[in-house]
């Protein structure tokens, strides 16, 4: 009888705008190797997968070899697992449609499995983080985009194409702000990193108040939440405006779907208490009298970068078994 080969080992892959970590990760979870690179290094995406596919057989290459991968799994903006294409992402550096999973199968050589960076985050969360045991959920990542997740009875919900959950695309304003997307009046132009400093610049220009905003070198919710922390009203009535619209959008997502809890990750869920505590107010206010008080807002405990190399890992065991080296 001929031998199988088991293998024990996948490729996480975590794309943002900023940066893109790739990982190696054994069956029980544990990253075993990883490094990282400046994803607007590369804006053609042609270059980025050669760079990407070279980076990920070096790691391999150093960490036992070929035969031991399994597949790999890779989390993006605006992706969708059942094309198996970033499509339109209104944040990277590539636009229209590009083929990502077909691109580095053929490079590559092995399955390659796509999905939306939220949904990544929700598989992290149920695996790994604050959704473990639960069944009914929404994940929120907050970053440059707003992106969520959702799972009912235990099954994460992707709808027909696999752009389900594209909260941040969700029209909050009637005629309001421009979105990256094209849009106007996006949850993501309120609530995203650029969309807070947006809010910050308006009430500064709104008032000559004293606030420790007007000296920072580069305004960031990072850095916005500093200035609350050091008790500064303008930088606190900021993340009151933002925690405001995104407590109207929950509100309505939760109404709809009727969650156990809801659960922010990405950076700016950081901001801690000056964002969670005017969101789960103007939630309170908005939601549908009959889920009041019975819903949870937790912030993720886990890394961000951990939880989605994480959630591509356990991807990338979900795909079709496929290599040129078997």
Known sequence: MEEYNIKSKVVGVDISNESTTYAL???????????SFNTQDYPVIEQFVSALSEKIVMLVEENGGYETIRSIGVSAPSASSVSGCIENAANLPWKGVVPLAVMLREQIGLAVGLSNDAHISALGEQAYGSA???RNFIIV?????IGSCFFANGI???GHLGYAGEFGHSCVVDGGRQCG??????LEAYVGAKGIVRTAQELMNESDRDTLMRSLPKLSPRTIAECCDKGDEMAIEVFRRTGYMLGIGLAN???IVDPEAIILTGGISHAGKWLVDPTYESFESHVFGNLRGKVKLLTSKLNDRERDVLGAS????SVPEYSLFK
Not at 25 to 35: F, P, Q, T
Not at 181 to 186: D, I, N, P, T
Not at 314 to 317: E, R, S, T, V
């Open 156 to 158: 994460e919900h992707q």
């Open 314 to 317: 356990a991807l990338a065991w």
């Open 132 to 134: 473990h045991g639960m």
């Open 181 to 186: 997307c094209g849009h106007l009046g996006c």
């Open 253 to 255: 997502y939760a109404s």
């Open 141 to 145: 990542s907050l970053g440059v985009g």
């Open 25 to 35: 990760v054994d069956i029980r979870g544990n990253i075993l190797a990883e490094d």
